[in-house]
């Protein structure tokens, strides 16, 4: 089992910036896999990014990449996602999840075996 928890979302302007971070307790951290992904009201969850148990490997949506930035501590059991040039259709719930089938950087949502509770993150024009 993995017990996720999210944190850092909120409230921004268009062109802002927000850092989310999400906690993780339960297994072996550096031994998995973790994704942020994001709902939107109306659509399919979806994928943002992921980063490998190691933080070795990274993968991005194309609507994120070189805006975000996913990283990793495993030192402190963390993964964050830094969202720069924010963007009003970034609005959504977001979600970090654990894969935790062994050397998998998944893009799929539905390959994910444990979530976070979301975090709201709105971006204002």
């Known amino acids: 089992q993995v017990q996720l928890a999210e944190s850092g979302g909120g409230l921004v302007q268009a062109g802002g910036s927000l850092r989310l971070s999400c906690a993780a307790s339960g297994r072996t951290f550096s031994s998995y896999a973790m994704g942020w992904l994001r709902q939107a009201p109306g659509k399919e969850r979806e994928f943002v990014a992921v980063?490998?148990?190691?933080?070795?490997?990274?993968n991005y949506a194309d609507s994120g990449k070189g805006r975000f930035t996913i990283s990793r501590d495993n030192a402190k059991n963390t993964v964050n996602l830094q969202m720069n040039s924010l963007k009003p259709e970034d609005t959504a719930v977001y979600y970090c999840a654990a894969d935790l089938w062994y050397g998998r950087i998944s893009t799929m949502a539905s390959e994910y075996e444990f979530w976070g509770q979301g975090t709201q993150v709105t971006v204002s024009s």
């Open positions: 980063i490998s148990g190691r933080g070795q490997i990274t």
